[in-house]
């Protein structure tokens, strides 16, 4: 800051005068350039309202005194304090005004983080790992079989049929004459139809082969225990991550009553102030 002057009564008294006017400068004329586009002639218009604007301010400074006395005046670190000083101190009323506000909502977001986020997440690890997973999965799809399947089986055969002969046949009988029995030689000619009554099983055993394409529709039940899985490790992990926040979350300090550098008087008084009275 400037000393103070002994002489400022007489100077106050004298009139100021007034700055003269400096002459007004002629406007620069842009480069010369031919008009060859809209975006040229908008950008010279925009360069000569530019150097119109810097002229008119330069102006209104001379003008005023007033104004050339509160600004800079060529005092470069007065004004650097100045400038430093009214950050600092708007820096400071912001913090100050945060922490206060974080302060009054410390518990209550402790609260919330402990029994809300980390015990609610360790919870639910805990019964994720105890679960199952059950499903019915659909299986849809084809098998190719080819091979020489044995079939070994015995055919029942009783039934009445008749056959024809194709060729005369001579059949040996017996028939009773008089009470004697005399032997016969009887010639069936070709074309005699006979009356069989077939009783009779037959044994079957081949090899047939088997070249199929078989069609497989499936629902398969499914249950895994997740323990018995590899998400069983991942669980196990995550648990192990956040076990030190939920022992520090869990402490019992849940109030300013509870810190135990809060209950000595000449500290309270700033408990109160950044955690709120109770």
Not at 23 to 43: R, W
Not at 56 to 70: F, G, H, T
Not at 254 to 267: L, Q, R, V, Y
Request: contains cysteine; negative net charge.
């Amino acid at each position: 800051m400037d000393s103070p002057n002994p002489n400022a009564t007489e100077t106050e008294a004298k009139p100021r005068v007034e700055p003269e006017a400096e002459p007004h400068e002629e406007l620069p004329s842009p480069p010369e350039a031919e008009p060859t586009s809209y975006v040229n002639e908008k950008i010279r218009k925009a360069y000569e309202r530019l150097i119109l604007w810097g002229q008119n301010a330069r102006e209104s400074y001379n003008r005023s005194p007033r104004l050339q006395k509160v600004s800079y005046q060529g005092k470069f670190l007065p004004a650097f304090w100045t400038v430093a000083a009214i950050f600092s101190l708007l820096v400071n009323i912001v913090l100050i005004a945060f922490i206060i506000s974080f302060g009054r909502n410390f518990f209550a977001l402790k609260a919330l983080v402990a029994d809300g986020l980390v015990n609610g997440l360790s919870e639910n690890l805990a019964l994720m790992d105890k679960a199952h997973i059950v499903a019915t999965i659909p299986v849809q799809t084809t098998v190719q079989l080819q091979d020489d399947l044995p079939v070994v089986f015995d055919v029942p055969l009783k039934e009445d049929t008749q056959v024809t002969l194709s060729r005369a046949t001579v059949v040996d009988a017996t028939t009773y004459i008089n009470g004697s029995l005399v032997p016969l030689n009887v010639t069936l000619p070709a074309g005699t139809p006979m009356q069989l009554n077939l009783d009779m099983t037959i044994p079957v055993s081949q090899s047939v082969p088997v070249d199929l394409t078989v069609p497989v529709s499936l629902l398969v039940p499914i249950d895994l225990a997740v323990d018995q899985t590899d998400l069983h490790q991942s669980i196990v992990g995550l648990q192990s991550a956040i076990e030190p926040y939920q022992t520090v979350l869990g402490s019992s300090f849940n109030t300013a009553d509870d810190i135990s550098m809060c209950k000595p008087w000449w500290s309270g008084w700033l408990c109160d102030i950044f955690f709120g009275k109770p």
